[in-house]
């Protein structure tokens, strides 16, 4: 007898479609806050000819084309259609990222050889503890609805909104110790730690790992390939 392979299913039609329109409205959101980030943190930072805040500014405009997108992606009514630019839509998260690395590795290399000192910019704090607050949220939201329906794009933009929470903290605290403390070496050295993980998600987008779309054939249980819910190893949805 042929011991029977237990069936992995994905979400009906009808779940997809509102997972999908789900993903629409964070993107959405996201694309919305990241333009009003961007102007913000280029404008303060130009004030107080921070680098720092220059370069946070920037990653919003990367955010944005990362958002964008996905949008771009989830715009098609057609699933199909959508799962046809799934790809294209990987590979323009993983240039993003690959960008936000070079800009920000060779930001921090120039703050530390000295590029002159930053004045203090208390609309900047702000904009940082804002998006402290806000961006961890919209980045689960996304990541979870992406895991359920099988988007590895949309997983990655999930991680490029993640991205931008570490370099809101790592803004926050140099703009903090560089107002009290007058220390402006604490943000380099932490932006070259942010440029590396840049580095890796741009490598994983790249490859097209993060998750594993959801499938109605037999799978079997536990193998060196699969796991419990049926995704190849190196997939994100198990995890």
């Known amino acids: 007898m042929t011991a029977e392979m237990p069936i992995a299913l994905g979400p009906s039609p009808a779940r997809r479609e509102a997972l999908a329109g789900r993903i629409r409205l964070l993107v959405a959101v996201t694309i919305t806050y990241n333009v009003i980030e961007a102007i913000v943190a280029i404008t303060a930072g130009t004030?107080?000819?921070?680098?720092?805040?220059?370069?946070?500014?920037l990653d919003s405009v990367i955010e944005v084309s990362s958002a964008a997108a996905v949008a771009w992606q989830f715009s098609a009514a057609d699933p199909a259609v959508r799962e046809a630019r799934e790809q294209r839509t990987?590979?323009?998260i993983s240039v993003s990222f690959f960008a936000l690395a070079?800009?920000?590795?060779?930001?921090?290399?120039?703050?530390?050889?000295?590029?002159?000192?930053?004045?203090?910019?208390?609309?900047g704090i702000v904009?940082?503890?804002?998006?402290?607050?806000?961006?961890?949220?919209?980045?689960?939201?996304?990541?979870?609805?992406?895991?359920?329906?099988?988007?590895a794009s949309a997983v990655a933009d999930s991680k490029q909104t993640l991205l931008c929470t570490y370099l809101s903290a790592v803004l926050l605290i140099g703009l903090v110790l560089n107002?009290?403390?007058?220390?402006?070496?604490?943000?380099?050295?932490?932006?070259?730690?942010?440029?590396?993980?840049?580095?890796?998600?741009?490598?994983?987008?790249?490859?097209?790992?993060?998750?594993?779309?959801p499938t109605a054939t037999a799978v079997p249980a536990v193998d060196a390939e699969t796991g419990a819910c049926g995704c190849h190893t190196g997939c994100d949805c198990c995890d």
Do not use: N
């Not at 904009?127 to 988007?151: K, N, V």
């Open 47 to 57: 004030m107080a000819s921070s680098t720092a805040l220059i370069g946070f500014g």
């Open 90 to 92: 990987l590979r323009i």
């Open 102 to 123: 070079a800009y920000v590795g060779v930001d921090a290399v120039r703050a530390l050889t000295g590029s002159g000192a930053a004045e203090r910019s208390i609309s």
């Open 127 to 151: 904009i940082a503890a804002l998006s402290l607050a806000i961006m961890p949220f919209l980045s689960a939201a996304q990541r979870r609805a992406g895991r359920e329906l099988g988007s």
């Open 179 to 213: 107002a009290t403390l007058g220390w402006s070496w604490a943000d380099p050295i932490a932006a070259l730690a942010i440029a590396a993980i840049a580095i890796k998600e741009g490598h994983d987008a790249w490859r097209g790992k993060g998750c594993c779309a």
